[in-house]
T-cell receptor, first 111, second 112 residues
Framework: KNEVEQSPQNLTAQEGEFITINCSYS?????LHWLQQHPGGGIVSLFM???GKKKHGRLIATINIQEKHSSLHITASHPRDSAVYIC?????????????FGKGTKLTVNP | DAGITQSPRHKVTETGTPVTLRCHQT?????MYWYRQDPGHGLRLIHY???????DKGEVSDGYSVSRSKTEDFLLTLESATSSQTSVYFC???????????FGQGTRLTVV
């Protein structure tokens, strides 16, 4: 059973559309990460949040700890937003912590 | 950008040979992770470290070993490379699991 589930797996949008990517997790967590990976590129951290909402430019991340759910929104999407978006949660195991990742959502924004 | 460097960035090796990948950080972060990324599987944890000489297995640790003799370096060794270990390998660092994670640029390993 995956501890972190993302949906959808693939998403195609037209430039300017509002995008929502969802992440659900099955364990209690203290924070959740949203990451971005461009084709052939490295992975960068977009947000780390533990409650409420965070906004950076056209990107908005929300989290509902009680419902164990987070969403990443992109307003006024642009082709340069095309990337894989990944959510990750820290899992405590034996006194140490490890990050567990969803499988990612591949977003394609067409001009 | 966080100071995290992976080496080599690309490697082609033959089946049965040992391979070592290096992750080097200049941030003095406690946690270091090795992941592999494959189509359809996303990022899967191989091993991680929560301090010098403190390491633990992830979900896909078979065929891999790690060492962390100093804070800044985390080595991943494929003891006898197999074609199934052809993948892109990412190193990541963090202060703790619930703090921001930083990733290296990845190492593309091909086992022929």
């Amino acid at each position: 059973k995956n501890e972190v589930e993302q949906s959808p797996q693939n998403l195609t949008a037209q430039e300017g559309e509002f995008i929502t990517i969802n992440c659900s997790y099955s364990v209690g967590i203290s924070a959740l990460h949203w990451l971005q990976q461009h084709p052939g590129g490295g992975i960068v951290s977009l947000f780390m949040l533990s409650s409420g909402k965070k906004k950076h430019g056209r990107l908005i991340a929300t989290i509902n700890i009680q419902e164990k759910h987070s969403s990443l929104h992109i307003t006024a999407s642009h082709p340069r937003d095309s990337a894989v978006y990944i959510c990750a949660v820290p899992i405590t195991q034996g006194g140490s912590e490890k990050l567990v990742f969803g499988k990612g959502t591949k977003l394609t924004v067409n001009p | 950008d966080a100071g995290i460097t992976q080496s080599p960035r690309h490697k082609v090796t033959e089946t049965g040979t040992p391979v070592t990948l290096r992750c080097h950080q200049t941030e003095n972060h406690r946690y270091m992770y090795w992941y592999r990324q494959d189509p359809g599987h996303g990022l899967r944890l191989i091993h991680y470290s929560y301090g010098v000489k403190d390491t633990d297995k992830g979900e896909v640790s078979d065929g891999y070993s790690v060492s962390r003799s100093k804070t800044e370096d985390f080595l991943l060794t494929l003891e006898s490379a197999t074609s199934s270990q052809t993948s892109v390998y990412f190193c990541a660092i963090s202060v703790r699991g619930n703090t921001e994670a930083f990733f290296g640029q990845g190492t593309r390993l091909t086992v022929v």
